[in-house]
């Protein structure tokens, strides 16, 4: 048996849990493979997750947006200009080899972010790091940010300056950024941590380990191992639960309901993730040049019915996205968003018209075609992920029913992920999910040459907008952009799930666990020798 929880005059102690072995993913879907333990160079949620638990950020970003002081680094932020420069007040906080974490580890931090330039996987996201124009420590416990020029400072402070995770110029000085690049997944590399966990040990394909970090500020954990085992499939997890290898699993929603019954364990149902689905269309793709047509792209999420979707992929556990405002929490939607008013939603007549107005016409077969080439395309999709399965099998459906051919092919996530990057960029459309800015402007993935734009959009207006998301105070151009973005559909926004998890009984703090952000906090974490709450 995985957990080893009992009682102590009817307490629980810490480390009653002894081993905790979870997939990735938790909450968001499927996991995969840790491919980097470095912050500098996250390129997936997993990723991220493993990252976190190592090093602790400059600032916590909780389920509502705002900042959790108590788990972040940083005491306080202010902004005495409103706009222009920021002042950081650092807690007194360690590393795990006893020194302390101070001002000149933030700004080894920014020195790295420069040094790698655009590989720099956050390049973009909150204007970094061509944004900042001076960071200067005054002592070792504050730390001094001017810009550029003024901004949003609600978009700085928690999309920039979020960046900014202490790393250990302590240990890492000796190292070139090449040689740190070199040891991104090398556990060896990784000893000296901050946050609430050390990584012992990687076993690629496998898991990873991790133990208690003694030195941790926060609050002590209730386990003596933590290990996150990587599993491809949710069907995989939802039995490793079952037969005690795993002690939480998503659930895929097709089993939901049998899920619910099963002995031993109880569902935790959690609110949305920050997240969509997306369709990206490659308009850098000679091959697929009528995606760069806007009418072609509103046709697409118009020929898409989302809630049949929501019903038949996920079982009625998600939410209709429309654009790249997620509906949860509500706090940055439109006016319009609010409403449920947006520019694009299920129709296929309208589809169909949008595609003659983009010159399209029936071929023999009934599939469109312009100038002699067919519209038909290959859609990616990560293999072992049986709800993108199911949601690629669905929009093909409707697709094919508005005159458009699209082909499937299953890939490992991490293939994707790589082809997305490459250059030249051979795919024609990807299906896959988008993580969502704490402050959910565009600069990094719908901006002309933004760092996560890998389909090729590019649009002046766009451009504008993001840029006044970004540069003014206020929701107004955060409002503006979504409206527009919702219009444009530079990539094809489909549901977000709203995921339950299988915990086996005896485990209690999941809800708390899995932040909508993707970060985990195992410190809340504790088990007791009683079944489910």
């Not at 940083?74 to 974490?101: E, F």
């Not at 952009?481 to 485990?507: C, K, M, T, W």
């Amino acid at each position: 048996m995985v957990l080893a929880c009992f009682l102590a005059f009817g307490t629980a102690r810490a480390q009653d849990c002894g081993t905790i072995v979870i997939p990735p993913g938790l909450g968001i879907g499927p996991g995969a493979d840790v491919t980097s333990f470095n912050p500098l160079f996250i390129t997936s949620e997993y990723n991220a997750e493993a990252a976190g638990l190592i090093f602790a950020p400059l600032l916590w970003i909780n389920r509502f947006h705002e900042i959790d002081w108590q788990r972040s680094i940083a005491s306080a932020v202010t902004t005495p200009d409103n706009g222009k420069t920021y002042d950081i007040t650092l807690r007194p906080w360690r590393w795990s080899d006893g020194a302390a974490v101070t001002s000149a580890d933030v700004l080894y931090t920014f020195q790295l972010i420069k040094a790698y330039g655009t590989s720099y996987a956050g390049y973009g996201a909150g204007g970094m790091p061509n944004i900042i124009a001076s960071l200067t420590a005054p002592d070792t416990a504050h730390i001094r940010v001017t810009l550029t020029r003024a901004v949003n400072p609600q978009w700085f402070i928690l999309n920039g300056l979020s960046q900014l995770t202490p790393l250990p110029q302590h240990a890492w000085g000796k190292f070139t950024p090449d040689e740190i690049w070199q040891g991104q997944s090398s556990p060896d590399f990784f000893r000296v941590a901050s946050g609430p966990l050390l990584l012992k040990s990687l076993t690629v394909g496998v898991d990873a380990e991790f133990v208690p970090n003694p030195l941790y500020n926060g609050a002590k954990m209730n386990f003596s191992r933590f290990i996150m085992k990587f599993e491809n499939s949710e069907g995989q997890e939802l039995q490793a639960v079952q037969s005690g290898d795993l002690d939480m699993s998503n659930i895929p929603f097709d089993l939901y309901e049998k899920a619910t019954h099963l002995p031993g364990d109880y569902v935790v149902t959690l609110p949305p993730t920050y997240f969509w689905h997306e369709l990206v269309p490659n308009m850098a793709n000679k091959a697929t040049p009528y995606f760069a047509d806007v009418h072609v792209r509103q046709a697409l999420a118009d020929a898409i019915d989302q809630n049949k979707l929501i019903q038949l992929t996920m079982h009625g556990h998600g939410e209709a996205v429309h654009s790249p405002v997620p509906p949860y929490p509500a706090n940055f939607l439109s006016p319009a968003a609010r409403a449920g008013n947006y520019p694009v939603g299920y129709n296929p007549e309208k589809a169909k018209a949008l595609l003659a107005t983009a010159g399209f016409t029936p071929g023999p077969d009934g599939i469109l075609q312009k100038n002699g080439q067919r519209f038909s395309f290959t859609l990616l999709i990560p293999a072992g992920q049986p709800l993108r399965i199911e949601m690629a099998e669905t929009i093909q459906q409707d697709l094919r029913a508005v005159g458009i051919e699209m082909k499937v092919r299953q890939m490992e996530f991490n293939q994707i992920i790589t082809a997305m990057v490459n250059k030249p960029q051979v795919w024609q459309a990807i299906l896959i999910g988008e993580s969502v800015a704490a402050f959910p402007t565009g600069e990094d993935i719908f901006a002309t040459g933004g760092y996560l734009n890998n389909n090729g959009y590019s649009n002046p207006e766009m451009d504008r907008l993001v840029a006044a998301s970004t540069n003014e105070p206020g929701m107004a151009g955060l409002f503006a952009y979504q409206d527009f973005a919702s219009a444009q559909q530079p990539v094809i926004f489909l549901p977000n799930e709203q995921y339950s998890i299988l915990v086996r009984n005896g485990l209690h703090g999941v809800e708390d666990f899995i932040s909508p952000l993707g970060a985990w906090t195992p410190e809340k974490l504790y088990c007791t020798s009683a079944g489910a709450p």
